[in-house]
C-alpha cells in the first residue's frame, strides 16, 4: 500500500501539484491521464523520490527504491556506454546474477551499440527492459507507449498485465486513453495540479465521454472544417 496525504509542489510561483491524497493498493494497474501541465510527471517524480514535496508518502517497504522501477519520459544514458554495458550495470546494482542478456532482450535490442546513440523508441524499450530484468515490485511507467512502434506497445501491454497477474503493482500516464482502458484497474484524472476525478474500469467510458465533451466544446466548428 501506498499512501499519499496532501502531496504539493510548487516550482517557483507556480503550483505543480495541489494537496494530493490518493492511496495505491498492491497488485492493481492504476492509470493517470491529464492535459499536459497537468501534474502527471511530478506526481511521479515525487514518488520515486526524484524531487522534494510537501505532504507525505508512505509506503509499506521502508526501502522502497529498492524495489521500484521507474521509466521516465525521456531516458537517459551515460554517454560511451553500450547497451548491453547499461543492463549489466542497473543488474549489478541490484546484486542480480546469471541474467541472459541476449535471451532477455525481448524487443531485439542491438546491445553492443552505445545507448546514447539509440532513437527515442529504441531507448524507451531499454530503460524499460532494464527495470523489469531488476525484478521489481513497483514500477512508474511515465508515457510507456509515446515514441515506441505499434508492434512494442503491444508487447508492453501484455507485459502490464503479466506483472499484473503476478501481484506488482503498476502506475501508468499516457496520453493513449485507449491504451490505458485496456489495461488500467483504476484511473486518476489530474488537471492543473489537483486530482479532479477517480474512478474504476468500468466507469471510465463515460468519464472519457465527459472529457471529450469538455475539451472538444465548440472547436470544431470554430475551424470551420
Given at each position: 500500500m501506498i499512501t499519499i496525504t496532501n502531496l504539493s509542489k510548487s516550482y517557483g510561483f507556480t503550483d505543480a501539484?495541489?494537496?494530493?491524497?490518493?492511496?495505491?493498493?498492491p497488485g492493481k494497474v492504476y492509470g493517470v491521464v491529464g492535459p499536459n501541465g497537468a501534474g502527471k510527471t511530478t506526481l511521479f517524480n515525487c514518488l520515486a523520490g526524484l524531487t522534494g514535496y510537501t505532504g507525505s508518502i508512505a509506503y509499506k517497504q521502508k526501502d522502497i527504491r529498492n524495489f521500484m522501477g521507474f521509466l521516465p519520459t525521456e531516458p537517459y544514458f551515460l554517454s560511451w556506454?553500450?547497451?548491453?554495458?547499461?543492463?549489466?550495470?542497473?543488474?549489478?546494482?541490484r546484486k542480480i546474477k546469471n541474467i541472459d542478456l541476449d535471451k532477455a532482450n525481448i524487443f531485439e535490442l542491438p546491445l553492443?551499440?552505445?545507448a546514447s546513440g539509440y532513437s527515442t523508441g529504441m531507448k524507451k524499450k531499454l530503460a524499460l527492459l532494464g527495470i523489469l530484468i531488476q525484478q521489481n515490485q513497483f514500477f512508474i511507467l511515465d508515457e510507456p507507449f509515446n515514441g515506441v512502434?505499434?508492434?512494442?506497445?503491444?508487447?508492453?501491454?501484455e507485459?502490464?498485465?503479466a506483472l499484473r497477474a503476478k501481484g506488482r503493482t503498476l502506475i501508468i500516464s499516457s496520453h493513449i486513453l485507449s491504451s490505458l482502458t485496456e489495461i488500467c484497474d483504476h484511473?486518476?484524472?489530474?488537471?492543473?495540479?489537483r486530482v479532479v476525478q477517480q474512478a474504476n474500469r468500468d466507469e471510465f467510458a463515460d468519464i472519457e465521454r465527459q472529457m471529450k465533451k469538455a475539451e472538444i466544446g465548440d472547436k470544431l466548428q470554430r475551424l470551420h472544417l
Amino acid at each position: 500500500m501506498i499512501t499519499i496525504t496532501n502531496l504539493s509542489k510548487s516550482y517557483g510561483f507556480t503550483d505543480a501539484l495541489i494537496e494530493v491524497n490518493l492511496e495505491i493498493e498492491p497488485g492493481k494497474v492504476y492509470g493517470v491521464v491529464g492535459p499536459n501541465g497537468a501534474g502527471k510527471t511530478t506526481l511521479f517524480n515525487c514518488l520515486a523520490g526524484l524531487t522534494g514535496y510537501t505532504g507525505s508518502i508512505a509506503y509499506k517497504q521502508k526501502d522502497i527504491r529498492n524495489f521500484m522501477g521507474f521509466l521516465p519520459t525521456e531516458p537517459y544514458f551515460l554517454s560511451w556506454i553500450t547497451a548491453r554495458e547499461h543492463l549489466q550495470l542497473i543488474c549489478n546494482a541490484r546484486k542480480i546474477k546469471n541474467i541472459d542478456l541476449d535471451k532477455a532482450n525481448i524487443f531485439e535490442l542491438p546491445l553492443d551499440r552505445f545507448a546514447s546513440g539509440y532513437s527515442t523508441g529504441m531507448k524507451k524499450k531499454l530503460a524499460l527492459l532494464g527495470i523489469l530484468i531488476q525484478q521489481n515490485q513497483f514500477f512508474i511507467l511515465d508515457e510507456p507507449f509515446n515514441g515506441v512502434d505499434i508492434q512494442s506497445n503491444l508487447l508492453i501491454s501484455e507485459i502490464i498485465l503479466a506483472l499484473r497477474a503476478k501481484g506488482r503493482t503498476l502506475i501508468i500516464s499516457s496520453h493513449i486513453l485507449s491504451s490505458l482502458t485496456e489495461i488500467c484497474d483504476h484511473f486518476i484524472i489530474l488537471k492543473d495540479g489537483r486530482v479532479v476525478q477517480q474512478a474504476n474500469r468500468d466507469e471510465f467510458a463515460d468519464i472519457e465521454r465527459q472529457m471529450k465533451k469538455a475539451e472538444i466544446g465548440d472547436k470544431l466548428q470554430r475551424l470551420h472544417l
